[in-house]
């Protein structure tokens, strides 16, 4: 997939539903490539009690469980469309499940693709 096409997979995978007063879902939507060509998505889980799960861990969780921990590419969109950079807990997640995701790049802006590295969204990590 090009990353206009990841970006529009994205995009039609939001579904914002309040489930209850305590579980709310589908605000926020990502799609990653893995490093075995094939694509994962996610949506973001909100709980009212604080506990969640950002769209780009809920895509690579199900990337995980197909057998994949690298990453090539992450594109992630808001209910506005507007493309959005990992939190810091997506960005300690995904480079702590293989080193190689250093290499990962972020769609910053569609028009140009241009894209970050994690290498440069977290340059300090704890475990070197
Ligand atoms: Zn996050």
Not at 22 to 49: H, Q
Not at 71 to 90: D, F
Request: proline share 4%.
């Amino acid at each position: 997939m090009t990353y206009k096409e990841m970006y529009e997979a994205a995009l039609k995978n939001l579904a914002p539903m309040k489930h209850s007063d305590d579980f709310s879902s589908g605000t926020v939507s990502a799609v990653i490539e893995g490093a075995n060509g094939k694509y994962y998505a996610g949506v973001n889980l909100d709980f009212s009690c604080g506990l969640g799960f950002c769209a780009e861990r809920s895509a690579a969780a199900a990337m995980v469980t197909d057998g994949e921990t690298v990453i090539r590419r992450v594109v992630c969109v808001n209910q506005s469309g507007e493309l959005w950079m990992p939190c810091g807990s997506c960005r300690e997640f995904i480079s702590l499940l293989s080193p190689k995701n250093k290499n990962t790049e972020f769609l910053q802006c569609l028009e140009g693709e241009k894209t970050v590295r994690l290498s440069a969204l977290l340059p300090s990590p704890w475990n070197g």
